[in-house]
Antibody, heavy 119, light 107 residues
Framework: QVQLQESGPGLVKPSETLSLSCTVS??????????WSWIRQPPGKGLEWIGN???????KYNPSLKSRVSISIDTSKNQFSLSLTSVTAADTALYFC???????????WGQGTLVTVSS | EIVLTQSPATLSLSPGERATLSCRAS??????LAWYQQKPGQAPRLLIY???NRATGIPTRFSGSGSGTDFTLTISSLEPEDFALYYC?????????FGGGTKVEIK
């Protein structure tokens, strides 16, 4: 059974960088065919796709965040990471990592981690 | 980007009733639409992919239909555990986008 677990600070100051990791167990991030995604959900609101990464390092980002976001992968640790720079209160959200199965969708998700941007 | 509009925002029904949820795309997404269920405090769960295919372990009371710009998720007979939020998501064009959600609540 594949499991994903997000980790990182729950509180980030405005203008600083939000950094989260997602550790995968029961499966490997190193190899086809899966992509590895980040999605966020502001409190009481809907879902926003942030971006994804393939094991090769190829990435896709949401243009609304593209100038501030970076996703990386560490196959030796079986994890992938999210970096979001210059955060504001609008970046306060529940951040999920997920496995993206090609031609299906996001079939495994982490439980989510709440990140609050506040001084 | 493709905008997905879900309706209604809230659906008030009783257990055993049929639920019909709609998702409309601002341009054609062909059949590349998925449906997710989210319960409070939980991550979304994949229900349907490519408009009409049930994901692994999803009960047969869940069905999806549609193509192009109009899609429907049907729950044939609501079980108590089906009262939740439902989101559609397209994978036809980057960026991937989600609809705003439909809440199915107990009447």
């Amino acid at each position: 059974q594949v499991q994903l677990q997000e980790s990182g600070p729950g509180l980030v100051k405005p203008s600083e960088t939000l950094s989260l990791s997602c550790t995968v167990s029961g499966g490997s991030v190193n190899g086809a065919p899966y992509y590895w995604s980040w999605i966020r959900q502001p409190p009481g609101k809907g879902l926003e796709w942030i971006g994804n990464i393939y094991y090769s390092g190829s990435t896709k980002y949401n243009p609304s965040l593209k100038s501030r976001v970076s996703i990386s992968i560490d196959t030796s640790k079986n994890q992938f990471s999210l970096s979001l720079t210059s955060v504001t209160a609008a970046d306060t959200a529940l951040y999920f990592c997920a496995r993206d199965r090609p031609n299906w969708g996001k079939d495994y998700w982490g439980q989510g981690t709440l990140v609050t941007v506040s001084s | 980007e493709i905008v997905l509009t879900q309706s209604p925002a809230t659906l008030s029904l009783s257990p055993g009733e049929r639920a019909t949820l709609s998702c409309r795309a601002s341009q054609s997404v062909s059949g590349y639409l998925a449906w997710y269920q989210q319960k409070p405090g939980q991550a979304p769960r994949l229900l349907i992919y490519d408009a009409s295919n049930r994901a692994t372990g999803i009960p047969t009371r869940f069905s999806g239909s549609g193509s192009g710009t109009d899609f429907t998720l049907t729950i044939s007979s609501l079980e108590p555990e089906d009262f939740a939020l439902y989101y559609c998501q397209q994978r036809s064009n980057w960026p991937l986008t989600f609809g705003g959600g439909t809440k199915v609540e107990i009447k």
